[in-house]
Every structure is written in C-alpha cells, then in structure tokens.
C-alpha cells in the first residue's frame, strides 16, 4: 500500500472531534501518515481539546507514531504510525473525554493486527455526545461478531459526567471481516434499563412507565439497575430494539433540571422513528456499520436519512480506504447504505 | 510545545467544601478548573490549614478522578488569622520564597479561592514576581443549576493593560525609599542598599543607631528624614531634638543636655528641662557624638538603658523615653582606645551603624543631586535656575573626576550650587560662573588638588576631546609626562629627567627613544607637546 500522506481538512463536514478520531484510527489501520489541517476549525475552542489527546495519545502509544501538534489548543496535527503493536493496554481518561471514544479509535487497528489485545480504560462510560457502554456492549459488538470480529466487553464500572471513574476491559481479537446485508425490513422488539447511580429509584421507574406506555412494554421488558451510589450522580436510559439478531440502541441520561418523563420521551421519540421505519440499523449503528462495511470491502444496509456524522464518515473512510460508498433514498424515511 | 501548566492554590473551605455524594452537583472551583476541556493543568499545589485535611484529601482525590494525568501535592500552611493581611501574606511569601520555580513550567496562581485578605496577598506576590505566573480566576456555571465547570479567565499581570495597577503598588514600595534619599533617584548601588536598610531599621526599630561618615555627607539630613518617616507611621509622637556635641563644652554641656533645676549654679535662674527631656517620645540626633565629654557619656548612656537621669542639682531622676540617633565623623573606636570615649556606651548605641559614603565614593550621584541642589536654590531664591548645556558639562566633568577632592562632601557641594545660582546672571549659569567656581573649589581644596585643573587643561591642549576619553591611570602619567616635557628644552633632556633613576643603573640608555615611543603611543610628538 502507498505511504502517501493524507491530507485532512478538520473543518469539513461536521467538523468537530469525529473528524480527528476516524482520521487517526484509519491512519493507524492502514499505516498512511496523516495531516489534519483546521482541527475543529469553527468551534468556540478551536484546536485539540482534552478528550482529544486522549484518543491521540492512545493511538500513538498503540502506533508507536510521530507524533506532531499533540498540544490543547492545536489545530494541526500530523500522526506517522510504524506499526499497530496488539498487547495490553490502560488508558485514563478522567472525565475529560469517553472512555468510549478512545475504544473505537483503536478498534479497526487492533482489529487487524496479528494477536489479541486487551485494553483497560478508565474514564467516563455513559457520557452525552459519545457511544454509551451499553451501545458498544449490546449493539456494535455482536454485529462485529456476525461479520467476523470478536470484541468482548467487561464494564467493572460505569462512569458518568462529571466524576468519570468508569472502567471496562474490552478483548479484542483479531479475524478478516466479511461483508453483512442488512436490507430487508424488520419488526423489532422492545426492551429498556433504567440505570441510576446515587439517585432516587424512582427516577428510574417514571422514566420506565413512558416507555412502558409508549411501546405496550411488559414487566419482563424493563429493569432498574442500581448502581454503586459512591459514582453517581448518573441515570442512563437504555431501550433496545432487536430484530433478527441485529441490535440498535437508543439512549438518554438523566440530566439536571430536567424531568425523568423528559428524558424518557425524548428516547422514545428516537425509538419510534426506527421502529417506524422498519430499518435494522439505526443512527447510531449506521456511522459504526459502514465503518465495519468499508473494514470488509462490502455490505449494504437499510437505515434512516444519514445524519451529517454519518457523510462525514463516509467522506473520511472513502480517503483511506479503496472503497466507492453509495448512499441511496429508498423512501422519506429510509436509506440504502451500499459499500462496495 | 506547550510548557507543563502549574496550578498554585489555596483550598476553598467554603466552596471547595462540599462532601459528600452530592459534591459533585456542586461548582467547586479547584476541582472545576481540571474540568475543562481546553485547560490541562499537569500539577496542583494545594494549600491548606492541616485542620483541613481531610477536605483536602477529598479534593485531592477528586481533581485526581477527573483529570488523571496531574499530579498533585497538598502543603499544610499557618495562617493563623486568614483575615490578617500580615500573616497571610507572610505565609504565602514563604511559600513562594521555598518553592524552586522552573523554566521549564508554566504557573498560574488560583485568586478565587480563600479569603478576599489571601486573593490580594496572592495578588501582591504575583504582581511583584514572587510568584513567577499568572493568576487564574474560575466562575461558576450561569447559571449555576446549568452544571458542569463553569469558566476561567487567566490574567496576565505583564501585560500592559495592567501596567496601571502594578504602577500603583510599586509606587507605594518606592515611596518610603525615596523620602529617605529626598526624592533623590541615587544611582550609586551601595547607597541604595543603605538607605533600604536604614528604612527598615527605622520602622521596626527603637534602638539607637549610628551614623557615622565625613563631614559634609548627609548625616544631619538623614537623621531629619529618619524622623519624619517615623512620624509618618506614627512610629513617634514627640519631636526631633538636634544638638551638634561639638557646641556642648564645659559646665554648659552637662545643663544643655540633662537641664538643671532653678538655682543649681550660679546664673541657674529658672529651671531648664533639658535637651532629652524634650526629646521625649520623639527622636534626639546628637551629632558629633564624639566630642561628648566623659562625664556626659556616663549620664547619657544611663538615660538610653533606665530612661531616667538627674538633672544638674536635682535630688531626683526624671524620665524621658526617646530614640537616639548619634552621627560621628570621628573613628570611636580609636577614641576608645586613647581613652576618650566610652566603650559601653559605643556598644550600645553602634547596634545600628550605617557609614554614608562621602561624595567622592558616589559620584555617578552627582547629577540627580545636582538637580536636586538646584531645586532647592531656585525655591530659596523664588527664581528658576538653569544651567546652560555646555556650562553643565563643564561642571560635572569636573564635580565627577578624581582631581574634585569634595572634601567638604554635600557641605561643599551645596555651597558651590547656591554661589553659582546666586551669581548666574539671569538665573542662568554659564561657562563663566563655572570656571570661577572650580577655582574657587580647588583653591579650598589646596593645592595638590589645583594641579588636577592644569593636568586637564594640558591634557586637552595636546589631545583635544579624545584627553576626556583617557583613564586616571594614563591621565596622571601623560599629564605629568606633558609637564616635564614643556619644562625641557629638548626631547632628549625631557628623556633624562623622566628616566633619572633608571639611568643611574644602566651604562647605555635610550632616554629620548623611550620618550618617543611613549608618546608614539599617543600619536603625540615632542614638537606638538610642547607647541602652546
């Protein structure tokens, strides 16, 4: 494969911290030096933030990279992988940045490397704005597992925003991915837990009997987990819709000044729209399969209108890797994702 | 590459105080700052009273969870009273004074926590450099049920924009130094570092002191600015009471100094308080102490260590409490050993002895005083006196080079500017009324010193300018050298008598080629030193 470095705009698309993670992530797999010019260009705090250095800094560590502009505030960086070396690692990343998001900037590297690895990070587990624990553990790693991949989850604890302090051992061992065709439509089935960590329980509950009335739940269907009170404050709301071994999920959290009820019908509104539609794949899943896709060289799936993350995924997969990526509106609410 | 950032900073009892589960509902402004996304701060200095410990240890823990990667020491600190400006600032200027500061780092001073007495103490040493940093403040989220870190403002003092408030404590620093000089900006190192010590010793002190130097440097002025720095902190109440020894002789010194009741002698016809008697709760300058006579020495000596002596014919001790400051021209400790004056009464009053240089010691002074001194006519004279350019050069090339003996020091020195501001025509001092002056100068001075305005005169006649360029050590010899050449006929017989005692040694000698190299040195030939 050409050594070429590749050159990124970081103002592209959406622009933010995606752009930086996929672009370090897909540099590691293949080995292509990358520049990421304009690192979150348009943001009220330019440049490289905390949580990003995190992920840089994992990548480097797995890489054995050069590493350039690895500083809080940089907007460029250029990153030269040598290698992707599989072992055991730990990361901490405090509150400051998803435990979550260090995970998935690794994965597609270790994926591929020649042994198995074990990584233990720290850091927060369930934080807004990053792929939940219950998403990677529930949703991506068996779908990884149907095309071939095995990444398997421990959480020992969750961490949530601001005290962080959530830990997971994620396994991950290597094996050729094969192409996945999701396209049919389905009929899902519902499920929730309500997590809660040092709040009332009946946070929990109020937030179950929404989506009790919402989807027609069963007692069977819905759990409370209560967690260590000595972490929280933290609530996680989890629904789960599964359809012929292909799970999405959807997620809120519990925030300050806003009502349980709230928060639970925000999540059944996102819940409804794929449930509506009849798409296997959801928002979520849908930046993640066509990453796992393009790591096949193929596969296609039904999923909602692409979200702004999504294009920008497909826009930065298609810069390293030698596939042609076709999006295609099936109807109002569906999509075809073809990667080939 | 970003520097490693240092956080310096108190614990905030009140704000940084929260235990318990629900802490992390709370803004707490220590923890906060290692929130931040676009701030990441490697190493936490956190001070706190030891009672707080294990608040601190909470915060210490927290900080920890939510950034990772620092590092953090707590240091246990005294302030006492937080409220009291003195010891808090102490405390912290310990700390800072302890702490080894690197290059290599980055540092910021926290001034939201502690209490508004600590925020300005934190203030004060990082404006003055004693904390080598800038100064973070956090806020709290708006509103603060919004969560999350709120926002942090980091404050350079080296900007310019807060040249105004630095200006403004260096100022009050400068004030006190600068009354003790006059408002004089003296140049001369040494000095300064006296006049900073002496400040020192005059607030904290009531001790005496001893002044000692030549005549003429400033001693009698010093003691009179001591005690007006001294009234000004309120260290005094009474006056200042000057007596120059040297006046006190005889059977009077003794009533001068201690008073005398009514009738104690003859022509006693009222009672007399006495000098130390007015002096009390203020400051009594007695210079020339060492032409106090012995029996006067022992009184004074018993009135500095009880407070208390007998007036002339008194059958009781009166009281009087006063600072003595004494000022000497005259070695003490050699009157000690010829007997002339007492040694317990010299280490009693030299625990505090500071020599003024004479003039001549400080010459890069001369100009600030000279405006000074200038000053100081004009406002006696109600008139503004200059000089003109080339006059002012004139005198301070002279006032500055080694051949102004200024063995009067300061005396000689204002005598000389009031004779020329009274005598410059229209307020103006020329090059005339210079001239006049110097000569007038060296004539007082003798005549060793009046050879110097010749030497400089001669000097300029062969080498014009380039003569102001040369060191005294050429100056001497080439003036001299000039001298004897002017009186020789021939450069051959300046040769001879420059070289005389050589000659006498040696059977063969070159006089007049070793003349002629040495004025080759100077590009001067015999024939232009001696062309007038």
């Known amino acids: 494969m050409a050594m070429d470095l590749i050159d990124i705009d970081g103002s592209f698309g959406e622009g933010g911290g995606q752009i930086v993670r996929t672009s370090l992530g897909l540099s590691l797999l293949t080995g292509r030096p990358v520049e990421i010019r304009n690192v979150r260009a348009g943001r009220g705090k330019p440049g490289l933030l905390r949580q990003h250095l995190c992920a840089l800094r994992a990548a480097t560590e797995i890489g054995e990279a050069e590493v350039k502009g690895a500083a809080l505030g940089s907007t460029f960086v250029r990153f030269v992988p040598k290698s992707i070396k599989s ?38 587990t369930d934080n807004p704005f990053a792929p939940p624990i219950d998403f990677l553990k529930f949703a991506f790693a068996p779908l990884l597992a149907r095309m071939g991949g095995d990444l398997k989850l421990d959480v020992e604890r969750r961490g949530y925003y601001p005290r962080g302090g959530g830990r997971f051992i994620a396994t991950i061992t290597p094996g050729a991915l094969k192409p996945i065709t999701l396209t049919d439509p389905v009929e899902h089935r519902v499920s929730a837990i309500a997590y809660i960590a040092g709040l009332k329980k009946s946070i929990a509950t109020r937030e179950l009997n929404v989506l009790r009335e919402a989807f027609s739940l069963t007692r069977d269907q819905m759990r409370v987990v209560e967690l260590d009170a000595n972490w929280g404050p933290g609530n996680t709301l989890s629904v789960s819709l599964e359809a012929s071994g292909v799970t999405e999920i959807v997620t809120g959290f519990g925030e300050k000044r806003v009502r349980a009820e709230t928060v639970a019908e925000r999540v059944a509104e996102e819940a409804r729209a794929i449930l509506d539609a009849k798409v296997p794949v959801g928002e979520h899943l849908a930046d993640q399969q066509l990453l796992l896709c393009a790591l096949a060289g193929g596969g296609s799936f039904l999923t909602l209108p692409p979200s702004l993350h999504t294009r920008t995924q497909a826009t930065v997969l298609k810069r390293f890797l030698p596939v042609e990526i076709d999006l295609r509106e099936v109807d109002a609410s569906r999509w075809r994702v073809t990667v080939s | 590459m970003n520097k490693p950032i240092t956080l310096i900073g108190l614990l905030g009892t009140t704000l940084d105080g929260a235990k318990g589960k629900k802490r992390w509902e709370r803004w707490r402004p220590t923890v906060s700052l290692f929130q931040h996304e676009d701030l990441l701060i490697d190493r ?442 002017r009186a020789s006929k021939t450069l051959s017989a300046a040769g001879r008598a420059l070289f005389a005692e050589s000659r006498k040694k040696r059977k063969t000698a070159n006089d007049a080629d070793r003349l002629r190299k040495y004025l080759g040195k100077w590009s001067l030939t015999f024939d232009q030193v001696t062309a007038r």
Request: proline share 3%.
């Open chain 1, 87 to 124: 072992g055991r690692y730990s990361f901490d990343v405090g509150s400051a940045g998803s435990a979550t998001l260090v995970l998935q900037t690794v994965l597609p590297a270790l994926l591929s490397a020649d042994a198995p690895s074990e990584l233990t990070i720290t850091g927060g």
């Open chain 2, 44 to 485: 936490l200095e956190l001070l706190h009273e030891e009672r707080f410990e294990s608040l601190g240890e909470i915060v210490e823990d927290d900080v920890l969870a939510v950034s990772p990667d620092t590092k953090v020491k707590r240091h246990h600190v005294s302030f006492g009273d937080a409220w009291d400006f003195e010891s808090v600032y102490a405390t912290l200027h310990d700390f800072a004074r302890g702490y080894v500061f690197r290059d290599d780092r980055e540092y910021l001073v926290h001034i939201t926590t502690g209490t508004h007495v600590a925020q300005i103490c934190s203030f004060i040493l990082t404006e003055s450099r004693h904390f080598p940093a800038r100064l973070i403040q956090s806020s709290p989220p708006r509103p603060r049920s919004a969560g999350g870190p709120g926002s942090f403002e980091i404050i350079d003092l080296d900007l310019s924009r807060y040249d105004r408030i630095a200006q403004r404590f260096r100022q009050e620093t400068d004030e006190h130094l600068s009354f003790l000089k006059a408002g004089i900006e003296t140049q001369n190192d040494a000095f300064n570092k006296l006049m900073e010590q002496i400040e020192h010793v005059a607030t904290a002190s009531v001790d005496p002191m001893l002044l000692m130097g030549p005549t003429g440097a400033g001693k009698s002025q010093l003691a009179r600015r001591i005690f007006q720095l001294k009234k000004q902190r309120q260290k005094v109440s009474g006056d200042l009471v000057e007596v120059n020894c040297a006046t006190l002789r005889g059977d009077h010194a003794m009533s001068a100094l201690f008073g005398h009741t009514k009738g104690a002698f003859t022509g006693a016809q009222k009672e007399r308080p006495g000098l130390l008697r007015a002096a009390n709760k203020g400051l009594l300058f007695l210079d020339e102490i060492g032409e106090l006579g012995l029996d006067e020495q022992a009184m004074l000596l018993r009135a500095i260590e009880q407070k208390v002596f007998l007036p002339v014919g008194a059958d009781r001790e009166v009281e009087s409490d006063f600072q003595l400051i004494a000022g000497t021209n005259r070695d003490l400790r050699a009157a000690v050993t010829k007997g002339e004056f007492r040694e317990d009464l010299l280490a009693r009053i030299d625990l505090w002895s500071f020599t003024l240089p004479g003039l001549r010691d400080r010459r890069e002074d001369i100009p600030p005083n000279l405006a000074f001194e200038l000053d100081r006519c004009g406002a006696r004279m109600n008139t503004n006196v200059t000089f003109n350019a080339e006059a002012r050069k004139r005198f301070l090339d002279f006032a500055m080079s080694e051949s102004a003996s200024w063995r009067g020091n300061f005396r000689d020195f204002g005598a000389a500017i009031t004779r020329m501001a009274t005598l410059a025509p229209g307020g103006r001092i020329d090059v005339a009324t210079v001239d006049d002056e110097i000569a007038r100068l060296q004539e007082s001075w003798g005549g060793a010193a009046s050879s110097g305005g010749d030497d400089h005169e001669a000097l300029h006649e062969v080498l014009g300018d380039a003569a102001d360029a040369l060191d005294l050590f050429d100056r001497v010899q080439l003036a001299e050298v000039i001298r004897v050449c």
